[in-house]
């Protein structure tokens, strides 16, 4: 069982930065879909950014210009550069996989919390 842990949130100003980090287990990292979501109390899971095995990457409108998604193969590991952050990005942020045969993203670490002050 493939298994994702996140790493990197915590408490931050509005206009700061953060960087999230998920690594991932196993050999077959490097053809995975991998994205990061987040959730927000009361809110549903939302898509945050994505990154296809070849690099290319898709953010949501509400994180264009300012989020920026990575990944790195060799360390099984995709990231989230969080910049210039807001109130409203306070949410936890969950890294997730998306197999070559899936539709969906089946997978995902625990999450990590990120909270944003006024």
């Known amino acids: 069982q493939v298994q994702l842990v996140e790493s990197g949130g915590g408490l931050v100003q509005a206009g700061g930065s953060l960087r999230l980090s998920c690594v991932v287990s196993g050999r077959h990292f490097a053809v995975y879909t991998m994205g990061w979501f987040r959730q927000a109390p009361g809110k549903q899971r939302e898509s945050v950014a994505r990154?296809?095995?070849?690099?290319?990457?898709s953010d949501a409108e509400s994180v264009e210009g300012r989020f920026t998604i990575s990944r790195n193969n060799a360390s099984n590991t995709v990231y989230l550069q969080m910049n210039s952050l807001k109130v409203e990005d306070t949410a936890v942020y969950y890294c997730?996989?998306?197999?070559?045969?899936?539709?969906?993203?089946?997978?995902w670490g625990q999450g990590t919390q990120v909270t944003v002050s006024s």
């Open positions: 997730g996989i998306q197999k070559p045969e899936s539709r969906d993203f089946d997978y």
């Open positions: 990154i296809s095995r070849l690099g290319s990457t």
